[in-house]
């Protein structure tokens, strides 16, 4: 598994406005999709392409797209749809799975309540969109939950993740790369990754 941490200065300034604790949901917002589109830039950077000929206002020229079927890009709901919007600025004819998951608060295991996939997903790469990277069971679910679909071309972009989780995540699943903005300390015992950004979710959505 690669493990992409960003350098750019943009995401570090960027997340580092998200840390910040009385940021409102506006702002937490905004900046999620904005980091979201600058992650989109690095995670697509070595995507095949092929030639295709076209009649420019010069004649005929040889012109490059990218090969294959259309991206996929996937949302784990809720803090995931946080993200989305960035991403889809650079990829604006992806289509769009679905998978529902929360972690219950007292065993942090993951709880799956929604999956809707695209049609030929073993024909598509896979982009999973999630702010954080903590434990890594949400990860790996979706993940266990798209392989079942047929994909195997899957990346992820996270906000924030810690190495514990990356770690659970490369066992469970070495095939799959991961693009981050940042990898943080640690959990603390409650799960939440330390320095991080709190309840993602809850931040994105104004809820609590
Ligand atoms: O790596 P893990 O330990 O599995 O934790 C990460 C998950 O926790 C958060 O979702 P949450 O359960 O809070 O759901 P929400 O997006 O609906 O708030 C986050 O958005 C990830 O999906
Ligand atoms: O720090 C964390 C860990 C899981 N989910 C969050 O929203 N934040
Ligand atoms: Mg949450």
């Given at each position: 598994?690669?493990?992409?941490?960003?350098?750019?200065?943009?995401?570090?300034?960027?997340?580092?406005?998200?840390?910040?604790?009385?940021?409102?949901?506006?702002?937490?917002?905004?900046?999620?999709?904005?980091?979201?589109?600058?992650?989109?830039?690095?995670?697509?950077?070595?995507?095949?392409?092929?030639?295709?000929?076209?009649?420019?206002?010069?004649?005929?020229?040889?012109?490059?797209?990218?090969?294959?079927?259309?991206?996929?890009?996937?949302?784990?709901?809720?803090?995931?749809?946080?993200?989305?919007?960035?991403?889809?600025?650079?990829?604006?004819?992806?289509?769009?799975?679905?998978?529902?998951?929360?972690?219950?608060?007292?065993?942090?295991?993951?709880?799956?309540?929604?999956?809707?996939?695209?049609?030929?997903?073993?024909?598509?790469t896979a982009l999973i969109l999630d702010p954080m990277l903590a434990t890594g069971g949400s990860l790996i679910a979706c993940i266990d939950m798209l392989?079942?679909?047929?994909?195997?071309?899957?990346?992820?972009?996270?906000?924030?993740?810690?190495?514990?989780?990356?770690?659970?995540?490369?066992?469970?699943?070495?095939?799959?790369?991961?693009?981050?903005?940042?990898?943080?300390?640690?959990?603390?015992?409650?799960?939440?990754?330390?320095?991080?950004?709190?309840?993602?979710?809850?931040?994105?959505?104004?809820?609590?």
């Amino acid at each position: 598994m690669a493990v992409y941490e960003a350098t750019h200065p943009l995401i570090k300034h960027k997340l580092g406005l998200m840390r910040q604790h009385d940021i409102s949901t506006k702002e937490f917002r905004e900046l999620a999709s904005e980091v979201a589109r600058l992650l989109t830039y690095e995670a697509t950077k070595d995507l095949e392409t092929e030639a295709e000929t076209i009649e420019c206002w010069s004649g005929p020229v040889e012109v490059q797209r990218i090969k294959g079927k259309k991206i996929t890009v996937v949302p784990i709901l809720r803090a995931g749809l946080g993200m989305m919007d960035g991403v889809l600025d650079l990829i604006p004819s992806a289509r769009v799975s679905v998978v529902g998951l929360y972690r219950n608060e007292e065993t942090l295991e993951p709880v799956t309540y929604y999956e809707k996939m695209t049609g030929s997903m073993e024909d598509r790469t896979a982009l999973i969109l999630d702010p954080m990277l903590a434990t890594g069971g949400s990860l790996i679910a979706c993940i266990d939950m798209l392989k079942k679909s047929g994909c195997t071309s899957i990346r992820g972009l996270f906000l924030v993740a810690v190495p514990e989780g990356i770690e659970k995540v490369e066992a469970a699943h070495p095939d799959v790369d991961i693009y981050v903005a940042s990898v943080d300390e640690r959990l603390n015992e409650n799960g939440y990754i330390l320095p991080g950004l709190g309840d993602a979710g809850d931040k994105i959505f104004g809820t609590k």
